[in-house]
């Protein structure tokens, strides 16, 4: 009977730990689903709508942060995207280069963002800072959710350059 037991209670055991790391491989899992999910709907809604600044001129974008894109898009709409680093979120608004970011209409793209920068390229590949050279924007993202941390990139080229 006292080996019934002990044998039950080493069953009973590895049991637990089998079952506790499949409780932790799930919810590991639903990090990198949940990160993956943020990060891509804010790249594609940012990749989707920097597509179409209206032209490279100062007036209609602004290169002059890595943190922050405003500029001016084909319809004359403002926007701005830019990362609220107090509550670690993508954000957009719609103030363009005259405005500051988040000033208008600002709305969450994704949440658990702890890095958001920007970089202009020119068409032969190297970076730039004067807004007519501009051929090529990327933009770099990191979600954290959980214990996950994953960094995203994506390279757009806005149809009017």
């Known amino acids: 009977m006292v080996l019934v037991i002990i044998l039950v209670g080493i069953v009973f055991s ?11 491989s799930y919810s590991a899992k639903q990090d990198i689903a949940d990160a ?14 920097l597509r179409a600044v209206r032209t490279p001129t100062a007036a209609d ?17 403002g926007v701005c995207f830019y990362r609220n680093a107090g509550a670690n979120r993508i954000m957009r608004s719609a103030d363009g ?3 500051a970011c988040g000033t ?18 020119t068409s032969d590949g190297a970076a730039t800072a004067v807004t007519a050279s501009v051929y090529y924007i990327t933009v770099d993202m990191t979600v954290v959710e959980g214990v996950y941390s994953s960094s995203f990139r994506t390279n757009v080229r806005p149809r009017n350059f």
């Open 14 to 24: 590895m049991g637990s730990v089998m079952l506790g790391k499949v409780f932790s």
């Open 36 to 49: 993956d999910w943020q990060a891509k709907v804010a790249l594609e809604r940012i990749a989707r709508e």
């Open 97 to 99: 280069p005259a405005t």
């Open 104 to 121: 208008t209409s600002p709305q969450i793209l994704a949440d658990n963002a702890t890095a958001l920068a920007f970089s202009y390229w």
């Open 61 to 77: 974008l602004d290169v002059a942060s890595t943190a922050q894109v405003r500029f001016i898009d084909t319809d004359g709409n």
